[in-house]
T-cell receptor, first 114, second 114 residues
Framework: ETGVTQTPRHLVMGMTNKKSLKCEQHLGHNAMYWYKQSAKKPLELMFVYSLEERVENNSVPSRFSPECPNSSHLFLHLHTLQPEDSALYLC?????????????FGPGTRLTVL | AQSVAQPEDQVNVAEGNPLTVKCTYSVSGNPYLFWYVQYPNRGLQFLLKYITGDNLVKGSYGFEAEFNKSQTSFHLKKPSALVSDSALYFCAVSQGGTASKLTFGTGTRLQVTL
């Protein structure tokens, strides 16, 4: 799991707070991803970045704002979240060569919104 | 639109017995299929993938999966289960583009008992 790291591992925030999740990959990959994992639901792809350009935004509410300053780092900025946003947020990376790429996941950030 | 179905929420098997975790898919064009495993409080770990070629794919930790195009299935198998295999298993299918975009199933919990 040292290939993709995520901080913090746990986060508790109020609905009016602003916080950021950080992801870093040490694999030399060109694509990075944010997923949301909620109980009893399939993993939901939120954002995809390829070569630091956003290529996918799956109808995610604007209270989630991604940032990819370079191919090794990905952030998810959070503001005015709702309790239903509580979930495990997973970051992944892949070589960026196409459809058959294997994605490698970080350990996730467990987010609780009060 | 592509989709993946994992019809069993949980599979129970005794240690030493063979295990099968089922997955069926729906996709236009050639499928790229993946299996991941998730241990408690951890991210997803890649097990194996099917791109093309042999229908039997071998992966990590003694797991293998059989691709069956006529039945649109990609079942995960292991000849002899271990207690340490107990975890949550996800099947996924990838769609096209410059970066892979995985659609996941809902997951199957594997419980291996002594």
């Amino acid at each position: 799991e040292t290939g993709v790291t995520q901080t913090p591992r746990h986060l508790v925030m109020g609905m009016t707070n602003k916080k950021s999740l950080k992801c870093e990959q040490h694999l030399g990959h060109n694509a990075m991803y944010w997923y949301k994992q909620s109980a009893k639901k399939p993993l939901e792809l939120m954002f995809v970045y390829s070569l630091e350009e956003r290529v996918e935004n799956n109808s995610v509410p604007s209270r989630f704002s991604p940032e990819c300053p370079n191919s090794s780092h990905l952030f998810l900025h959070l503001h005015t979240l709702q309790p239903e946003d509580s979930a495990l947020y997973l970051c992944a990376s892949s070589p960026g060569q196409g459809t058959s790429d294997t994605q490698y996941f970080g350990p996730g950030t467990r987010l609780t919104v009060l | 639109a592509q989709s993946v179905a994992q019809p069993e929420d949980q599979v129970n098997v005794a240690e030493g017995n063979p295990l099968t975790v089922k997955c069926t898919y729906s996709v236009s064009g050639n499928p790229y299929l993946f299996w991941y495993v998730q241990y408690p409080n951890r991210g997803l770990q890649f097990l194996l993938k099917y791109i093309t070629g042999d229908n039997l794919v071998k992966g990590s930790y003694g797991f293998e999966a059989e691709f069956n195009k006529s039945q649109t299935s990609f079942h995960l198998k292991k000849p002899s289960a271990l207690v340490s295999d107990s975890a949550l298993y996800f099947c996924a299918v990838s769609q096209g583009g410059t970066a892979s975009k995985l659609t996941f199933g809902t997951g199957t919990r594997l419980q291996v008992t002594l």
